[in-house]
């Protein structure tokens, strides 16, 4: 075979070149203020899930850092789901100082006690007489354009965003659908704070191969074959979106504690093992392996398994600094024997993400000597080529 024949995903995106990536792309504060602006400011962002509010005047409320600014997710008593700078109109006070909660029927201002309904319409002024001409009518809280694709809440800080969500998000949204999001249940969620580039965090997400080599004791086993190179099951673009998959490895025996897990629930990594049983509960979804890794464009995941499905968002702070939040879905756990598997997973995956996250800053600790001007992508890390070539695609637009 030729060394060309084992090219398998790379050739068919010509338009992404073969070229090294340049470095200066993570530690540059010129490059990370673009990005700021062009991206983050620009791209639909996913902030959430509909069950988190379930209820009319149930809310959240998120710190976009990287935005500059926090949003006001809130369901009216219209059952419609709204999102709002959070900033109050007199003199700019947050008025939900809470990550969540449920308001009675106004929000009401800490600072001086303007309040707000949950349309966002300024309800009240206080020592209304005292002011200059302020209209209730002009002063409502700033709405920010929300939509929703799968339960999963995205926001758009543009005053007219230049597309739909569902044309931002195709046509990875099709290669997703069927899959039963709305079977499982928000279960857990680790948050880390890392000193790393926001983009350097999420390409060690984009990529499989590095799964025998650095999670050697923990992932690998569930996901490779002993002694063989890793070879995903998929790499595909769609559009500036991503997927990688993973094939069962053949040679998979579960530790005595994993297969324990495994009898009573899919809590656990070694899920990546189940692949050719039929799941009955997803729909016509059409799997690429026993575990399929989308990336949605510009920075959050949802990996994919048989009964679970969990979900990455990488927010930058700063240049160097970036905010890893991983949260993980299952069925409701009914008795011991689901817990334990849950609680098996959890601890599994903890091991791996320490094992991620001190690599990634590791990277970042030396990238910014400038020693290195570029950086190698191999063929089975096209997703993350394709990822940067977005990057710079936002970042050039006039
Ligand atoms: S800042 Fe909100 S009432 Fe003054
Ligand atoms: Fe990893």
Partial sequence: MSQSDEFRYTHEHPQLGVEPLDTKRYYSETFFEQEREKIFKHCWLNIGREEEIPEPGDYIVRELEICKTSVLVVRGKDGQIRAFHNMCSHRANPVAWDERGHCPGVFVCRFHAWSYDTEGKLVSITDKDRFF?????????????????????????????????????????????????????????????????????????????????LHKNTLAKSATNSGELFRHAAVKCYGKHGLVSSHAPRDYKPSPSAAVSMKFGTGTFDAFAIEDEKDESA????????????????????????????????????????????????PKAKNAGELFALEYGKAGLRDALREDSFTHEKVQSVIASGAKEVLHFQDEELVLRNFNHFVDEYVNKV
């Fill in 283 to 330: 729909n016509d979804f059409v799997w690429h392996g026993a575990f399929d890794l989308y990336h949605v464009f510009p920075n959050m995941f949802i990996g994919l398994l048989r009964g679970s499905f969990f979900t990455y968002h990488i927010w930058p702070l700063s240049v160097d600094e970036s905010i890893w939040e991983v949260r993980f879905y299952y």
């Fill in 133 to 213: 001409d302020v209209k209730k009518e002009e002063n409502g809280l700033t709405p920010i354009s929300l939509d929703s694709w799968s339960g999963f809440i995205f926001i758009n800080l543009q005053a007219e965003p230049e597309q739909s969500l569902a044309e931002f998000l195709s046509p990875a949204d099709e290669a997703m659908k069927g899959y039963p999001f709305d079977k499982l249940s928000y279960t857990y969620f680790y948050k880390i704070k890392e000193k790393v580039n926001w983009k350097l965090l999420q390409e060690a997400q984009q990529e499989g191969w590095h799964l025998p080599y």
